[in-house]
């Protein structure tokens, strides 16, 4: 009995110190939140896994009338960004609420007591919100940024908002200010006690905002003004699209082996080949040959054989829903890319239909559209063997993009067993190559009206240099594997002497791009095939160099980090808020800023690099491929909501965060696009290489083009002595 008496007191005070204890650190989810609005909503799915009871209502005023003294009131629109008729706050109902002491959030209302809210939103793409006041946690801060994308706002005049939507330049802070853009009030206070929202913050699971870090702020600053509790966590995130691991997860013996699988795989939950069934879609979206975008592509359309091409990806918009529109362009270098990965993973993984789509688009860019007939396709013709750049462009030649094509389609060639298109692949590279001037330099394009005006010899024999090897080097790297099989002593001659005059010239007379990092990707290739054909002193020492300058921002993830070049660059510079999103452009605003960008750097570091391991054998180039290997395995998209992205690599990742965060300024492919060709292409051709412990080099090794190549060349380049 006495061990009982001294057992009941001391367990009731145990219970009491525990609650004391539970209460004191501010975990009040035992209380209830009353709530207006879709029990789908973001935020309410959210606090209800963190384990807040919530209890629904059918209007506003409901949930008001029935909340307990003090507690916290949520009302949302039931479904945004449509406006919703019941979602009005009467002055009856904030007399209800300040008599109670309610905490009120109100979001995206119709009416409000001394508002003059617009009966239609306005809809948005470029702006982003903008903090305006100290009040948030780490990480935001005055002027930084937070993605609500295709924000939809009603626009209203408020006091001393806490965050503002506006169109700013910057990577992560509006570096600008608010200065000469317009911006409207998203987040704001009416009094200590009712929070209001403009837009749709709640909306930020289905809408993808980011980065995670500074929307976390926001949510536990608002879940912190309804509980009255300032140390609120935030334990079970849910994300749409997330990389496939963490930062220092460790990855599985058969986790790069599975990325080439779902990157193969992601070619066709995208449904980017086009079916007969809805190629009018294309013709309808892609023909706009400056603006070729249109609405995603329903999961229910059925894949083509490749036979009509295959699309260029997503644009970088992302919608209210978290979806994103497509590139419905048929691009010339995509359609090669594409074919050189389809093949590859059709070898490692016996896969006939990989195979069969690879073959066929390459019957696609030779036969079946307009990429090489008319000119390009008649012998007597100075366009002759030329690529168009898209079926809209046709007469239009980058040699990047005719580089990339051809690349791909020799690797597709050899994976296939094929010589089928040896002699097309010739010409297109003898095409380029008696367009080039007498040091090895194109310029970045050239049009066919100008090559049949002009004549060919007048290409040749021009004295230009363009020292930019993200459009001249890789063309410089085919004449390096043409000459290697044919011993054709001019494709040689001219790409030493480019390269020669580059490598002099670097880096202050570069012309860098969106990235510095950009050019030195693309340069690393022509070097180590160079070094391949002619290893000398001079010849390893250019590829150490730039092996060791891109690796200078080789992160400890293995990412690559972008950085701005010295000097005006070859876009618009940002010097003003009104030029965000008016031309191509960088990730970042500033070097020392922790983005990666798969479009343009590492994709092609992770090619070139892997070549000159093997061209060298170099330890230290083989460690820096593996690292950046096993980065880009680790941030490849995985989606169970959006199927289309689920294997895909977008443009931009921000790995000081381990984040889809970047800069969105560039007009064409900003931050969160996806490209069939350039990015998924050379990463998961490239991720089967490693994995097979072999090299592009290598691959096309037993090719046997010298057969149709020298009569070939002696007759396209039988005018170039005179």
């Known amino acids: ?34 709530f207006y609005g879709n029990i789908k909503n973001d935020l309410y799915l959210l606090l209800k896994r963190e384990g807040y009871i919530l209890k629904r209502f059918s209007t506003p005023g409901a949930a008001v009338k029935a909340a307990s003294r003090g507690s916290g009131v949520l009302i949302v629109a039931d479904n945004y960004p449509q406006i919703d008729p019941a979602n009005r706050i009467t002055a009856k109902i904030l007399s209800e609420a300040m008599q109670k002491g309610l905490k009120l959030y109100v979001e995206y209302p119709t009416s409000f ?61 509006a570096e600008y200010g608010l200065e000469n853009t317009k911006a409207y009030p998203l987040l704001f206070k009416h009094n200590n006690n009712i929070m209001i929202s403009m837009t749709g913050l709640s909306n930020f699971e289905r809408g993808r905002y980011g980065p995670t870090d500074a929307i ?60 007969k069934s809805w190629s009018s879609d294309v013709s309808k979206y892609g023909s706009d040959g400056t603006k070729p975008t249109g609405p995603p592509i329903s999961q229910s359309r059925i894949n083509g054989d490749g036979k009509l091409g295959v699309l260029e990806g997503h644009i970088s918009t992302i919608s209210y829903k978290g979806d994103q ?30 195979k069969d789509k690879s073959a066929n688009l390459m019957e696609y860019v030779f036969k079946n559209s307009n990429l090489r007939q008319g ?24 040699g990047d993009d005719n580089s990339r094509a051809i690349l791909g389609m020799i690797a597709a060639s050899s994976y296939l067993k094929t010589d089928k298109w040896d002699k097309e692949l010739t010409e297109a590279i003898m095409g380029n190559f008696r367009t080039t001037g007498i040091k090895g330099f194109r310029v970045d394009r050239l049009e066919e009206a100008d090559i049949i005006k002009n004549g060919w010899p007048y290409y040749w024999n021009r004295d230009v240099v363009n020292i930019s090897p993200h459009f001249e080097s890789w063309m410089w790297a085919c004449y390096l ?47 180590a095939w160079l070094v391949r054909i002619e290893n000398t002193e001079e010849h390893r020492q250019w590829l150490d160099k730039m092996i060791n300058e891109i690796l200078k921002y080789q992160d400890e993830s293995g990412a690559i980090s972008e950085e701005l070049g010295k000097g005006k660059g070859m876009f618009k510079a940002l010097n003003k808020n009104e030029d965000y999103g008016t031309d191509e452009g960088s990730l970042i605003f500033r070097n020392g800023e922790k983005v990666s960008c798969m479009l343009y750097t590492c994709n092609f570091a992770l090619f070139s690099l892997n070549e000159a391991a093997a061209a060298t054998g170099n330890t230290k180039y083989k460690a820096a491929t593996e690292k950046l290997s096993d980065f880009l395995t680790r941030i490849q998209v995985q989606s169970k909501v959006h199927p289309d992205l689920d294997g895909a690599w977008l443009r931009g990742f921000d790995y000081g965060r381990w984040d889809y965060w970047a800069s969105n300024s560039d007009a064409g492919w900003g931050a969160w696009c996806t490209l069939t060709g350039w990015i998924q292409s050379w990463i998961v051709t490239t991720q089967a290489q490693i994995e097979q412990k072999e090299s592009f080099w290598e691959v096309t090794a037993t090719s046997k083009i010298n057969d149709v190549a020298k009569p070939t060349i002696q007759k396209m380049m039988k005018e170039a002595d005179k």
Request: aromatic fraction near 12%; include cysteine.
């Open 375 to 398: 000119p390009k396709n008649d012998p007597a013709s100075a366009a002759y063997g030329l690529i168009g750049w898209a079926t809209t462009n046709a007469g239009t030649f980058y």
């Open 481 to 527: 594997w043409l000459y290697n099989k044919t011993a054709y002593a001019p494709l040689l001659e001219r790409t030493k002497k480019a390269i020669k005059i580059t490598m002099d010239a670097y880096p202050e007379k570069w012309l860098w791009g969106s990235s510095m990092q950009t050019q030195r990707a693309r340069m690393i290739l022509p070097l």
């Open 216 to 275: 976390q702020s926001v949510l536990k600053f608002i879940i912190s003004h309804l509980t009255s509790h300032s140390d609120v966590t935030i334990k079970y995130w849910h994300q749409d699209v997330k990389p496939m691991f963490e930062r220092r997860e460790i990855l599985s013996a058969g986790a790069r082996l599975n990325s080439v699988k779902k990157g193969a795989d992601w070619f066709y939950k995208g449904r980017f080949f086009p079916d």
């Open 1 to 34: 009995m006495k061990l009982k008496k001294i057992f009941k007191p001391a367990c009731l005070f145990l219970t009491v110190m525990l609650i004391i204890n539970f209460q004191s650190k501010g975990l009040t989810k035992s209380s209830n939140l009353f």
């Open 113 to 173: 007591p001394g508002l003059n809210i617009p009966s239609e939103a306005l809809e948005t793409n470029l702006e982003r919100g903008v903090i305006t006041k100290d009040v948030f946690a780490a990480p935001l801060k005055n002027m930084s940024l937070v993605g609500i994308h295709n924000c939809h706002v009603l626009p209203v005049q408020a006091k001393d908002p806490l965050i503002v939507l506006a169109k700013v330049v910057g990577f992560d802070k």
């Open 325 to 354: 529109g497509y590139r419905y362009w048929m691009r010339a270098d995509v359609q090669g890319e594409v074919a050189m990965t389809l093949a590859a993973a059709g070898k490692l993984f016996n896969n006939q239909d990989y």
